[in-house]
């Protein structure tokens, strides 16, 4: 084969992976150069499939944190500067007031931590004195407890019949009633069967009559609304009710940090405790050791003091 088939070849394969039609440059008479374009076209085919197929690599997401400024990083000239609480049982931080940058940045030196920017955007700016790692882990925790306790509104369903009897009616708002003070949106929805769409008006006078009764805990959310055989409102719970929701999930996290706070202590407490008695029973060790040493030199000086010949042996012996 000539270098100019090999070209010719060549353009053939490109022109095949870049969508065109090859030109033949090469007589028909060969079947060595057609086989080996159809070849080379099937194979670039297959790659461009297998990639299209493959997307993007498996496993989780990359995220990326962006650090906030830190120590001499921040070019504000003051600062309002609070310095991070590290007791166990947590507390306020201890707030410096508006420094300028070089003193906040001195103050950070000194006490072996971080200068952290918090909110750029106030006047003067926000900056705490922290330990970055520390820092970064309280926020983590927060938002781990709060996407915890943040329990998403659900949709609950009440289902009845515009001819339903009182002792049923008195069911389903009770019902209704559990749902809303749970912080639930509750969906409130008449059925009719056959005929009975006709008398849509009595539903609508049933969902009104519901919602007048659950005023104190509920607003209707716009207007009843037909739904093939069915019509349907959404009752909404009142701001009252999510916020007494709110605080009571706010005291239980407080008494379950006291009460772990108290388990801290207690456990501090018994391990103090622990090493004053180490202490003690070393002190009581040393003295019995000193007593001992005391009463040797005693017996020592006796014979020193009655001489040592054999007629005080003979006496007190």
Known sequence: MSTRQISALLLASAGVASGFAPVNHISSSSSAPANFVAEQSQRLATTSLEMARRGRPKGPLRTIVELPPMNEGIDCPELRVSVMNTDVDGGKDEALGVLPRAEALAKAKALGVDLILINAGSEPPVAKIADYSKYRYNLEKKAKDKKKNAKSSELKEVKMSYKIDKHDYEVRRKNAAKFLNQGNRVKCTVMFRGREIQHDDLGRDLLVKLSEDLTKTATMEGRPKREGRSLSCFLL??????????????????AKKAKKGGKNRKKAEDGSAEVATAVAAE????????????????????????????LTDDLFG
């Open 237 to 254: 719970p009142r701001p009252e009710v999510l916020k007494a929701i709110g605080d009571k999930k706010r005291a239980e996290e407080k």
């Open 283 to 310: 002190a009581t060790t040393a003295v019995v050791l000193d007593l001992e040493e005391d009463d040797d030199g005693d017996e020592s000086s006796l014979d020193d003091l009655l001489g040592g010949d054999d």
